[in-house]
């Protein structure tokens, strides 16, 4: 994979290699916007910076952060922050071109930017974990603000970690600025409904697709990975309706049970340090036997490169939804396409969470907030108008939902730089 960039070396599987190969497929379809297809292939700006914290034990440690803003064309920034010992800025890079594309497939006011600290906080103190958050916002302070780039939950990052984040922003512009981040804790400007927003438009984006294949929801058997907030609350939900979670993995390992797992129990027990595997109504197979699992529904819902073209070739499912960010790499994609199972791609899948994050600052700035019936009501209607509108799109030029989402997505990114010309 031929990089145009010399401070990334992308693989066709890596993160940025997979979304270069992804924007590749919709030039084609762009059709004179093509002429500014490069400025997808370009984060507009990368910060790197060290975070040095004193450890509960007097020692001192430096940590890793990135805050890379993608694409602006359409508005500030917008993206999660995650914290994992593996985080890159290829990663980040990545990640933040896909919060491109994901905000402007549900056509909200926003670029795309994403965040990261290459930390375990498993290994930290909840001390710890606050100067880290801390040092890290004091840091990439000169990038964000609520009308530049505005930062967010993603993996290991919650509600406590964006009222640090809010704070610390605060304190050093001197006002209370609870714009600048959004998942906040509710009493400080937070959104009812953020929480569960991921999950809830997984299974939006999931029941709407199911609709069209002809695929009854009651019944249904569904397999999960990842089941922290947002492959635990889509699982829920998909029950709610009927469908049986037949298969959960997370980071203890991998449970089954074909007549549907009691998530009453399994879910409170995934969230001790036993993990999913402490339930005891399944039987723990394999990691590797979740991808040939007998199932309808796959939900990927953890992190990036996944769903291999091995494990593309295994599955029974005839619908996948990408909960997770960049799960499938693009040589299982094609094969997935070739076995006719459906992908809802990540970028309008998972949509959910930023589109309730939208609906926070907009609360934040008017300092009105609404109940949680007209979040959900709003929510569902702007995912299942966005799957539409994607799905004819791919239904006229025969291409996938992936390369249709890029090609609405990109028209409007492209269309918005065209507008505002180059300056000088
Ligand atoms: N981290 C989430 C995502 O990947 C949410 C981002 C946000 O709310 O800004 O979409």
């Known amino acids: 994979m031929s990089s145009v960039l010399s ?77 994992h010992p593996d985080v890159t800025l290829e990663e980040v890079m990545a990640l933040s071109a896909w919060m491109t594309v994901k905000t402007a497939a549900v ?15 498993k290994k930290l103190s909840l001390k710890e974990l606050e100067k880290v958050t801390r040092r890290y916002t004091s840091e990439i302070g000169i990038i964000i603000g609520p009308h530049s780039d505005i930062p967010a939950p993603d993996v290991n990052t919650n509600a406590q970690i964006m009222a640090w984040m809010m704070d610390t922003y605060s304190m050093n512009v001197g006002g209370t600025a609870t714009g600048v981040v959004t998942g906040k804790p509710l009493h400080l400007g937070g959104s009812l409904g953020r929480v569960k927003a991921t999950g809830r438009g997984v299974f939006v984006t999931g029941r709407e697709a199911a609709r069209r294949l002809g695929l009854d929801l009651r019944g249904a058997r569904i397999a999960v990975q990842g089941f922290g907030n947002v492959g635990s609350v889509a699982a829920e939900l998909f029950a709610e309706a009927g469908a049986k979670i037949v298969a959960v993995q997370d980071h203890t390992g991998t449970i089954v049970n074909e007549n549907g797992l009691d998530l009453a129990g399994l879910v409170p027990a995934s969230r001790t340090d036993g993990g999913a595997v402490s ?146």
């Open 7 to 83: 401070y990334v070396q992308p693989t066709a599987n890596s993160p940025w290699g997979t979304y270069l190969s992804q924007v590749d497929r919709v030039i084609p379809y762009l059709g004179d916007l093509a002429r500014w297809a490069e400025t997808l292939k370009r984060p507009k700006r990368a910060l790197i910076v060290d975070v040095p914290i004193e450890m509960d034990d007097g020692s001192i440690a430096h940590f890793e952060g990135y805050r890379v803003q993608h694409n602006l064309s359409r508005g500030p920034g917008k993206g999660g922050v995650r914290f």
């Open 107 to 121: 056509n909200l006011p926003y670029g795309g930017a994403k965040g990261g600290i290459r930390v375990d906080p």
């Open 279 to 424: 339930f005891k109504g399944g039987d723990v197979v394999d990691n590797e036997a979740f991808w040939e699992v007998a199932c309808d529904i796959l939900i990927p819902a953890a992190l990036e490169g996944q769903i291999t073209a091995e494990r593309a070739q295994k599955t029974k499912a005839k619908l996948v939804l990408e909960g997770a960010n960049g799960p499938t790499v693009p040589s299982a994609d094609d094969i997935l396409a070739e076995r006719g199972v459906l992908v809802v791609p990540d970028v309008i899948c998972n949509a959910g969470g930023v589109t309730v994050s939208y609906f926070e600052w907009v609360q934040d700035f008017s300092s009105f907030f609404w109940d949680e019936d007209e979040i959900n009501v709003r929510l569902d209607r702007i995912m299942m108008n966005a799957l539409n509108n994607i799905w004819d799109t791919a239904d006229k030029h025969k291409i996938t939902l992936r390369t249709a989402t890029y090609a609405v997505a990109c028209e409007r990114i492209l269309m918005a730089r065209q507008e505002r010309g180059l300056y000088p």
